[in-house]
C-alpha cells in the first residue's frame, strides 16, 4: 500500500521517463500508484500498450519516475488484478488484455486530475431511439452474432468467464508435454468418442468436482454444449421425439439450437424452487433441458422436493437433459449435486470448458444413458469425425495435473470480487431492481417493478457504450422487464460504469 511519507519522500526528486513519456510532475499528491495505473490503462486502451508489450521492469521504471519502488509496484499489482497484465518470469510483466477502448483525456493534466472511477468512463450519450440492431426486432437465429459485433466500451454480456485469466503458461506447459510424449500415429485420426486420455479426464474431474461416477466409455467428447443439443436432436427424432420442454425464462440459445434442429421448445415456468414439474407433466413433452445447478438465467437452485418430483417424472419415462454449464462457480452456497447422481439411465449430462477456461477451446462432454449412446457416437462421427485431438491431449494434461482446480479456486476469488462491485453498483444506481442468482455463477439477474420494455433499456444503454442482454430474450412467456448481466469479463472498474450507464439510461426511459 501507498504510504504519504513515500510520496512527500518522493516529491523532492521526482523526474520523467521516455516510456511513455510520464512526467511524474502531473501526478496528484497521495496518489502516485493510482496515478500511475490510470495512465497505464489509458494507454492499453489507446494502443499505445498492445496486448503483447512489456512494461518496465519495477526497479527501473521508479528510477526514472523518482519514485519508490513500491509505487510502481503497487500499479502493476492493480493492473494483474483488473486481468490487464501478467508476470511472465524473465520475461518481466507483459500485457494481456486491453479495457475497453475509451476516448483519451483532452490533455495529460486532465487524466491525472481524474478520480479513479472515472476511468474509462466516457460522457454519457443521450439514448437514441431504437431505428435498428440487435434489439430492434424479436431475436433471430443471428442475434448473438450481431451483439457481438457491435463495439461497446464496456461489456456486461453473459455467459462467458474472464479471458483474461486464461492459463497460458500451463497451457503452454501441457502442451510441450504432449509433443515431447506423442508418436506419430497420433497425429493421425481419433476417435469420434474423443481421445481415451480426455474421456478418463473427464472421468476423474467430475467425480471429483459433481460426484458423478462414470465410465471412460460413457463420455463423448463434443464440440461444446451447443454440439450436445444438436446431436441430440437428431438422435431424439430419429426416436420419435420431438418436443424438449424448456424452462421459462430459459436459455435463448439453447432455445434457438433445438428450434434450428426441428425441435419443439415448449415452455414450463419457473420459479424460487426451479422448474414447475406439475406444469412440465401437463406440456406432454417427453424430453426437458434444464439447468438445475444455477437455473440461467434466474440462478435459482432446483429445490431438493422439484429433484425428486423430476426424478419421479423421468422414472415414468421422460428424458433430463441437464445443462451443468457454470456448477463450478460459487461463492456464497455450497456445492449441488447433479442431477445424473440420481437417475443415470434417464438423465443425459452435458457440460463444457467453456465456462472454466474459454469458449474458443470449443470442448465439451455429454454422459447419455445407454440406449442413445451409440447413435450419438454415430452422429458425431458424421458430423465431424471427432474434436481435434491435440487440444484434447493438452486439456487432459491439465485435468490430471491438478492444474484445472488451481485455476477454478484462481477464478472464484476474482469472480467474487467482480460479483461483490456488481451487486454493489445496482444496489447504488438501480433503485428499486431485484437481483437473483448472485450466489453463484458468472452473471445475475435484475428485475424492475416498472412498466417498460426491456430491450429499450438495453438498447439505451447499448447507446451508452454498455452491452447488456433484456431478459425477455430469455423468456417465451410476458413477465416483467430485467437484463441480464455478465460480471466476470469486466474489472470492478468497468462494471460500475457500465451499471451507471444503465441507471442513467433507466431514468430517460421511466
Known sequence: ???????????????????????????????????????????????????????????????????????????????????????????????????????????????????????????????????????????????????RAVPARIDLSPGVPDLAAFPRSAWLRAERVVLGRLPATGLGYGDPRGAPELRLAVVNWLVRNRGIRADPDEVLVVSGTSQTLALLARVLQDDGIGRVAVEDPGSLGARLHLRHWGMGTPPVPVDDEGIRVGELRASGAPAVLVTPAHQFPTGVVLGGGRRRELVRWAADGGLVIEDDYDAEHRYDRPPVPALRTMLPGRVCYAGSVSKLLAPALRTGWVLAPRRYRDALVDAKRYADLGNAVLPQLVLARLMESGEMERHLRFLRRRHRRRRDAMVEAIAARLPGAVVHGAAAGLHVTVTFDADFADTDLAAAALARGVKVQPLSWHRQCPSRPGLVLGYAVSTPADIAAGVAAIGAALRHLT
Open 1 to 147: 500500500m501507498e504510504r504519504s511519507n513515500d510520496d512527500a519522500q518522493d516529491r523532492s526528486i521526482r523526474s520523467g521517463s521516455d516510456f511513455l513519456q510520464l512526467n511524474i510532475d502531473d501526478a496528484p499528491a497521495g496518489g502516485l500508484a493510482d496515478w500511475l495505473a490510470r495512465r497505464l490503462r489509458l494507454a492499453m486502451a489507446d494502443g499505445s500498450l498492445p496486448v503483447g508489450s512489456r512494461l518496465p521492469a519495477t526497479r527501473v521504471l521508479a528510477g526514472e519516475l523518482g519514485v519508490s519502488r513500491g509505487v510502481v509496484t503497487e500499479a502493476y499489482q492493480r493492473l494483474r488484478e483488473d486481468g490487464h497484465v501478467a508476470g511472465r518470469g524473465r520475461a518481466g510483466t507483459v500485457v494481456v488484455a486491453t479495457p475497453m477502448t475509451a476516448p483519451p483525456p483532452t490533455s495529460v493534466a486532465a487524466s491525472a486530475a481524474a478520480p479513479p472511477s472515472a476511468f474509462p468512463v466516457r460522457p454519457a450519450v443521450p439514448a437514441a431511439p431504437v431505428t435498428g440492431g440487435p434489439f430492434a426486432a424479436p431475436p433471430g437465429d443471428d442475434v448473438f452474432d450481431m451483439l
